[in-house]
């Protein structure tokens, strides 16, 4: 199976702050990335499909980069609503896997 | 408006079957790849089981392959998800999750139901 490693597990930032959240493969997924969004208490939501696609009604504040091995979540300018725990998932091979998550925080 | 509503979950001895019911609405259903993941209390996601939109095909996590079966009625919009044989390990919260065109991400979630497994 594909293992996801995201980094940090935890992070607090300050709104309007931008804020990097990474993703790390234990091979080449071939750009078959996806972000997810879960607030407290919901279902998980998707911001972004392989890669850098934004899922539909999802804020342009929210991008994604990455080939390879290496992915990352950008969020420009740090919103209250945004705190929330983000998930990489890997579609390039079965099992899909998801990471591990990072709880983000407002500072 | 795109809509999955599950149901069927709640407690189960181990080694009893339980059947997990998704109904959808606001989306031609036959159209689409669907999925289970599930959420363990407090933990990460996990990717189950997902079929294709002819249900021609299935795909499962190693863990649950021979115990559980993934189907879905195209004429009545409903994904399923049979389990038997139930593990403690197998308690979490069940998300029926829909694909997009010619994607199979989990687009759209459904509330998700609790299955608890325990004596």
């Known amino acids: 199976d594909i293992q996801m490693t995201q980094s940090p597990s935890f992070l607090s930032a300050s709104v309007g702050e931008r804020v990097t959240l990474s993703c790390r493969a234990s091979?080449?997924?071939?750009?078959?990335l996806d972000w997810y969004q879960q607030k407290l208490g919901e279902a998980p939501k998707l911001l972004i499909y392989?890669?850098?696609n934004l899922h539909t009604g999802i804020p342009s504040r929210f991008s994604g980069s990455g080939s390879g091995t290496d992915y990352t979540l950008t969020i420009s300018s740090l919103q209250p609503e945004d705190v929330a725990t983000y998930f990489c998932?890997?579609?390039?091979?079965?099992?899909?896997?998801f990471g591990a998550g990072t709880k983000l925080e407002l500072k | 408006e795109v809509q999955l509503v599950e149901s069927g979950g709640g407690l189960v001895q181990p080694g009893r079957s339980l059947k997990l019911s998704c109904a959808a609405s606001?989306?031609?259903?036959?159209?689409?790849?669907m999925a289970w993941v599930r959420q363990a209390p407090t933990k990460g996601l996990e990717w189950v089981a997902s079929?294709?939109?002819?249900?021609?095909?299935?795909y499962y996590r190693d863990s649950v392959k021979g115990r559980f079966t993934i189907s879905r009625d195209n004429a009545k919009s409903t994904l399923y998800l049979q389990m038997d044989s139930l593990r403690s390990e197998d308690t979490a919260t069940y998300y029926c999750?829909?694909?997009?065109?010619?994607?199979?991400?989990?687009?759209?979630w459904g509330q998700g139901t609790l299955v608890t497994v325990s004596s």
């Open positions: 999750t829909r694909g997009l065109r010619m994607v199979r991400s989990f687009a759209y």
């Open positions: 606001g989306f031609t259903f036959s159209n689409y790849y």
């Open positions: 079929i294709t939109n002819s249900g021609g095909s299935t």
């Open positions: 091979q080449n997924i071939n750009k078959y």
């Open positions: 392989n890669t850098n």
């Open positions: 998932l890997q579609r390039n091979s079965w099992p899909d896997t």
